[in-house]
């Protein structure tokens, strides 16, 4: 019956990869221009391909590809897709095997999952049976997520950073130590807040996927008086973790030396630090977008400014220890938390990035079955995804509205995630009690 219901699932699931290929592509080939690529909820002075069009041309025309302070990327995209600037076909290809990476690292996520409740003794109290394939569910809200879709039609380079993240915790995952390093590097490089994915990565690697706490496995084994060490989670191995380091250190020293070369006529590599890092950390372009910094650096004054920049950065270092503390034997899902996290306070934020902890969220879809506000979050999103663009239009090209009424709108959208993100949390440790509960015998405090 397993296998039939597999089979089943496993035909669907390519339906609706077909579908979301299909539809991508009647959009890309419509007849009238969406317009997609001129929003700013899918395009920033990051990720818009217009900007590296710019970038390539005035590289093509021996100049800076800095020189009109209008891309700000990667010189590496300028070699790469410079010349398939009106081609979206590259982010089809990339949210495909972006789905496919997080298929196999859900699948991955389940099986040890399931090995973790087998060592628990918990599998007959826990219906094991009615656990749904969080990696299939977890690619398809990638792939048929509107988010994902409008970024990838919009002519933005969001699909290609995504991929490099989720090639990163694919080899995480799976072990592939040069793999893991090369997604890190590169989606680093990119956009620079992924640096911060170092945490969950070197907790993969030295103590493996996600599962129950460890203190939960003795507490069982103590109750049996019978220590098997074999079915005891791994200790914290420090090996994997100096091999991605070797391996994070080359590849961060082959693009440089890419990007050096890249550059060499043009400043080397200080103009690429100081026009994408550098712009990234300043806020210099307050072009609206669908995050709050925009408009906060706007009626800041200029004497508080640097203060500011300061507090909103560290803001995002400040969260990293205690998630880290309390979530380190879910390295996975602390992943998520810190991708969401990047994706409220990040300078030039885009629904790309909401489309990449969307899918994520996807491999817990068995954990957090019992998380509040579901239907207030969707509906949340569902709101903010139609009145963003009313309101936009409404102050930019009516006049009959103003910032505020843009503003507001992020605003709500910054706090659908703060939801979200809390609600996550506390749902991922609620399971960890009610495991706790059902390995101390205490039925009453099940659903806590």
Not at 63 to 76: F, V
Not at 91 to 119: C, F, H, K, P, W
Not at 126 to 131: D, M
Not at 183 to 191: F, N, P, R
Request: hydrophobic share 50%; aromatic share 14%.
């Amino acid at each position: 019956m397993e296998k039939v219901k597999k089979k089943i699932g496993s035909f669907s699931f390519w339906n609706w990869v077909t579908a979301s290929i299909i539809f991508r592509l009647i959009l890309i080939y419509f007849p009238k221009n969406l317009n997609l690529s001129s929003r700013p909820e899918v395009s920033t002075p990051l990720t818009s391909f217009r900007r590296l069009a710019e970038g390539y041309w005035l590289k093509q025309s021996s100049m800076s590809p800095y020189a009109g302070s209008m891309y700000h990327g990667s010189p590496l995209l300028l070699s790469l897709l410079g010349p398939l600037t009106i081609n979206s076909l590259v982010s089809v290809i990339a949210d495909v095997v972006s789905a496919m990476l997080i298929r196999a690292t859900g699948q991955n996520l389940r099986l040890a999952y399931l090995r973790s409740l087998e060592s628990l003794d918990l599998v007959k109290q826990i219906e094991v049976s009615e656990f749904l394939f969080s990696g299939d569910i977890a690619a398809l809200i990638y792939l048929c997520n509107p988010f994902t879709i409008v970024a990838c039609v919009g002519l933005s380079t969001s699909p290609i950073e995504n991929m490099a993240v989720i090639l990163c915790l694919y080899g995480a995952c799976s072990r592939l130590i040069p793999l893991a390093a090369f997604g890190w590097v590169i989606a680093t490089h990119l956009s620079l807040y992924p640096a911060i994915l170092i945490i969950p990565v070197i907790f993969l690697l030295g103590c493996g996927p996600d599962s129950p706490p460890r203190k939960l496995f003795l507490q069982r084994h103590q109750q049996k008086e019978v220590l098997n060490q074999s079915k005891l989670p791994p200790r914290f191995s420090w090996g994997p973790v100096i091999h991605f380091a070797f391996w994070a250190f080359l590849w961060s020293v082959y693009v440089l030396v890419l990007c050096g070369i890249s550059l060499k006529q043009f400043g080397g590599l200080w103009e690429m630090f100081k026009s994408t890092y550098g712009f990234i950390l300043t806020v210099e372009d307050l072009s609206p977008n669908i995050g709050v910094l925009w408009y906060f650096f706007a009626e800041v004054f200029e004497f508080f400014r640097n203060f500011f920049l300061i507090v909103f950065h560290v803001n995002i270092l400040f969260m990293i220890l205690p998630l880290a503390i309390r979530l380190r034997h879910r390295p996975c899902y602390l992943a998520f938390v810190y991708v969401a996290i990047c994706s409220m306070l990040k300078s030039y934020p885009s629904v790309g990035d909401s489309a990449l902890y969307l899918g994520l969220l996807g491999w817990f879809v068995n954990e957090l079955a019992d998380m509040q506000f579901s239907l207030f979050l969707f509906c949340g999103y569902v709101g903010v995804s139609l009145l963003s663009p009313v309101m936009h239009n409404l102050w930019i090209w009516r006049g009959t509205g103003n910032a505020n009424f843009y503003f507001a709108t992020a605003m709500v959208y910054a706090c659908l995630q703060i939801v979200l993100v809390v609600e996550g949390v506390s749902a991922m440790l609620n399971h960890d009690r009610k495991l706790r509960n059902l390995i101390t015998g205490k039925p009453q405090d099940a659903k806590s």
